[in-house]
């Protein structure tokens, strides 16, 4: 049957302003102090690890079974492609737009990974329990499918390594503050070196020279104290000292916060092997102390950061004893065991133990124990009424039915916590004065990809699997939910890796400030995409 104008209209819009009104009461409680940051982390824990597991729970076990489990394969196939067309995008982007120097990677995980969490479990909740879709099953089959993305998004992020390659924006030599503002040429960005190097055959040091030959005085003066700088011993001292540990001052200052949140201690223990294997390789009598070192597959420093790295240079003159004596306390922490089991296993071992341990966070973990339950008929039985076989407790309930019942009941706290902790989050990002410092190019492309672009490569890439029969053409909820999902924003949890990272007092503003926009605008472009996924779905 088909829609009216006014129905889609309405569809489309009504689950979102729900959600923009948590957003705003979220906003008002933390601007009034009501809400502080510990509380916050609270919630959000209490959210992560106690009531979206429950909900996923509650969801899996009634909704799946053998006629409908083969979803799992497109969905996942599906939210492959997405995050895939995301990373692209944001490498184009830039590569050809203004970035800042410390969000080179930043931008890539902002573009590739989205919100699969809380965002659209709200409106599957609000949207499916009415026409055209079946309130009895298609709420809880919604939400069983959108925990599947949520286990891409998890490997993705915290097992493939997204998380940990935030820290590449702030490893040494990477420039902070204004010098991260001073604009790169192309041939400097880690796409464009290679273009330089292999497609027009010119290295970027002779490109540099005729830039120097025929640019500023400045880069002259730079270049001679740059010089100067190499000539000292007790600079390059210093420098050395500074390159023990890049994450380990980071995880200092975040220590308190890291004991109450498990997400940041998964990013402390992974980023704490490769900081060992830094502190490791500098102790070397081989190293060459005037070449600044890099993780591997991290883009390339530029020259902005060889600028910022005589800033630092003359900085670490003038307080030459204090840099010491913090990078030796720093060595200290960083060198060397902390653990029984540190000290015991071999360091591949503990790498390798650590990038598991992501499997173990408590969404998947929840979504393994669902599934055997949902399908397997004997143990479903347990927890809901499916005839056969046939089991019941005094009250009339199978056995296991209040497990179920208190999931539920868990699960009910995602969506209101879950958009209260987003406007709370958005109540404390500080923008940049004036805003013209902010790259507002990459932000336009990047928003335009993530809400419009690949939205619209959604919209087509879903009805060709309807046709083709992967996705079956009656499945309403499977077919809402795979097209609505590749429009949302980017992941929240990228804001907090990314403070863990570069530390109390790093600047902020320019991630913030990608998030709020794309935020802004998910009001319209998701609204569209709900309004479209309905006139599809008839």
């Not at 598991?356 to 408590?362: G, R, S």
């Amino acid at each position: 049957m088909a829609q009216s104008a006014g129905y889609l209209i309405y569809a489309g819009c009504m689950p979102l302003i729900k959600m923009y009104i948590g957003f705003f009461l979220g906003f008002v409680v933390s601007k009034k102090g009501m809400f502080t940051p510990a509380a916050s982390r609270g919630l959000s824990q209490v959210m992560l690890n106690v009531s979206l597991p429950g909900l996923i729970f509650s969801s899996i076990v009634p909704s799946f079974n053998n006629s409908n489990i083969s979803a799992m394969g497109p969905l996942a196939l599906l939210a492959i492609v997405y995050q895939v067309l995301g990373f692209i995008s944001g490498l184009v982007i830039r590569e050809l737009c203004y970035v800042p120097r410390n969000f080179w990677q930043g931008i890539l995980v902002a573009c590739g990974l989205s919100n699969w969490g809380n965002l659209p479990t709200a409106v599957v909740v609000t949207l499916m329990a009415q026409s055209p879709f079946d309130p009895s099953t298609d709420v809880e089959l919604g939400i069983s499918f959108i925990s599947i993305f949520i286990l891409v998004n998890n490997i993705t992020f915290w097992v493939i390594g997204a998380a940990r390659s935030l820290a590449w924006d702030y490893l040494p030599g990477i420039p902070q503050g204004e010098a991260a503002l001073v604009r790169v040429p192309w041939y400097e960005k880690p796409v464009g070196r290679l273009i330089a190097r292999y497609v027009l055959h010119k290295h970027v040091e002779e490109m540099d020279a005729k830039k120097e030959f025929s640019g500023s005085r400045k880069e002259m003066d730079v270049s001679t104290v740059e010089r100067g700088v190499l000539d000292q011993p007790d600079i390059l001292r210093g420098a050395a000292a500074l390159d023990v540990a890049p994450v380990t001052q980071a995880e200092e200052a975040f220590a308190e916060n890291a004991a109450e949140d498990p997400d940041i201690q998964l990013a402390r223990r992974s980023s704490r092997l490769s900081s060992s294997a830094v502190s490791a390789r500098g102790r070397r009598p081989s190293v060459n102390l005037q070449r600044p070192r890099t993780v591997p597959g991290a883009p390339p420093p530029s020259l902005a950061s060889r600028s910022a790295s005589v800033d630092s240079a003359r900085k670490s003159v003038a307080n030459k004893s204090i840099a010491e004596s913090s990078s030796h306390s720093v060595a200290e922490d960083s060198d060397g065991p902390t653990t029984f089991w540190e000290r015991a296993l071999p360091r591949t071992v503990l790498r390798t133990l650590h990038y598991a341990e992501a499997l173990f966070h408590p969404t998947v973990v929840t979504i393994c124990i669902s599934l055997p339950c949902a399908l397997v008929p004997e143990l479903k039985a347990l927890f809901v009424n499916t005839g056969n076989p046939s089991w019941h407790g005094p009250d009339g309930n199978p056995p296991l039915y209040f497990i179920l019942d208190t999931a539920s009941l868990l699960g009910q706290l995602v969506v209101p916590s879950g958009l209260i902790l987003l406007g709370a989050s958005f109540a404390r990002i500080k923008l940049p004065r004036p805003l013209s410092r902010l790259p507002l190019p990459a932000m336009v492309f990047s928003t335009a990809v993530k809400l419009i672009v690949i939205p619209v490569a959604g919209v087509f890439i879903v009805e060709a699997m309807v046709g083709g029969g992967m996705i079956p053409k009656d499945a309403k909820a499977e077919r809402f939910v795979a097209t609505f999902l590749s429009g949302t924003p980017a992941l929240v949890n990228q804001l907090m890796v990314t403070s863990l990272y570069a530390g109390p007092d790093a600047d902020l503003n320019t991630v913030s400030a990608f998030l709020l926009f794309q935020y802004s605008f998910m009001f319209f472009s998701s609204a569209a995409l709900t309004a479209v996924s309905l006139l599809l779905l008839g």
